[in-house]
């Protein structure tokens, strides 16, 4: 059993059962694995919980890659992005049963407070996707590349925390790109 085993299964129990629900003995049972094993794997849920994170920013890093990669003006991607994510978090199932059933699990993870040592969802979802900015982007992106991405993330989380609306995707998209590329 691997560490990456453990992690998927980390996934379909929140996707079943919570966020609150998870636990070494809860994966470990799950798995199939001695309870021991997951604990030297991880040594405790928090560090599980990083792992299960850095797993979902990975996929949600390939999908932005993947989301207008074959749009060549820079605005066009960024549509393409916004419309992608809004998306992707509706049909994530572990996001979704969190979002009806424990919301206060997510606001925990996108706010940080002062005394907090660890950056926000926001934070890391930004410095994630950094490095996978194009040049054009860049150049494009307002007040700057940074500034930007975290205007989108913002906008896009926002609406996961309050999915009905009056708009569209296709119109919140619109409206990103009219806010945040010059």
């Not at 792992?51 to 990669?69: N, P, S």
């Not at 660890?118 to 500034?147: G, N």
């Not at 913002?154 to 999915?163: A, E």
């Amino acid at each position: 059993m691997d560490r990456d085993r453990l992690v998927e299964v980390g996934v379909a129990l929140v996707s079943r059962f919570g966020a609150k629900a998870l636990s070494l003995t809860s994966v470990a049972r799950q798995a199939g694995v001695a309870r021991a094993t997951a604990y030297r794997m991880f040594g405790g849920r928090d560090a599980l919980v990083a792992a299960i994170m850095a797993r979902e920013l990975e996929q949600l890093r390939t999908q932005l890659r993947v989301w207008g990669a074959d749009q060549p003006d820079p605005g066009e991607r960024i549509r393409e992005r916004v419309r992608g994510s809004l998306a992707y978090i509706r049909e994530h199932e572990a996001l979704q049963y969190v979002l009806r059933n424990e919301p206060e699990e997510v606001v925990r993870a996108l706010i940080t407070t002062h005394d907090s040592e660890r950056p926000s969802l926001i934070e890391m979802i930004v410095d994630a996707t950094a490095p996978d900015v194009q040049d054009d982007e860049a150049a494009v992106l307002y007040p700057d590349p940074r500034a930007g991405s975290e205007f989108m993330v913002r906008v896009v989380y926002s609406c996961m925390l309050v999915p009905d609306s009056v708009m569209s995707d296709d119109e919140i998209a619109e409206m990103v790109v009219r806010a945040v590329v010059r």
